[in-house]
Nanobody, 119 residues
């Protein structure tokens, strides 16, 4: 199973970005999906997760109300819409796929995409 993230880049504080993660080599609709991030010198942080059919979503406290996770099972893609970005959102963002939300961190991981928010 391969996960390829895209959509990262440099954006000013208050701006928006939309990340995408395309999954290949597996049955996308069978996976719960999630986004994590890791800033330099910091531990990996949970951002958001979505269940197999998109009915349930969860967010980390630091992004709640600003980020929205969604998925398109026909396109094997999960998205992360990020708004009202802050410099502290600067990190490498990773997409993950797992058999359930509870075990998402034990599943497959992408290579990550860099998001940099300037003040």
């Amino acid at each position: 199973v391969q996960l390829i993230e895209s959509g990262g880049g440099l954006v000013q504080s208050g701006g928006s970005l939309k990340l995408s993660c395309v999954v290949s080599g597996g049955t996308f609709s069978a996976y719960a999906m999630a986004w994590f991030r890791q800033a330099p010198g910091k531990e990996r942080e949970f951002v958001s997760t979505i269940d197999r059919d998109g009915g349930d979503t969860y967010y980390g406290d630091s992004v709640k109300g600003r980020f929205t996770i969604s998925r398109d099972n026909a396109k094997n893609t999960v998205y992360l819409q990020m708004t009202a970005l802050k410099p502290e959102d600067t990190a490498v963002y990773y997409c993950t796929a797992g058999s359930s939300i509870a075990t998402i961190h034990q599943g497959y991981w992408g290579q990550g995409t860099q998001v940099t928010v300037s003040s």
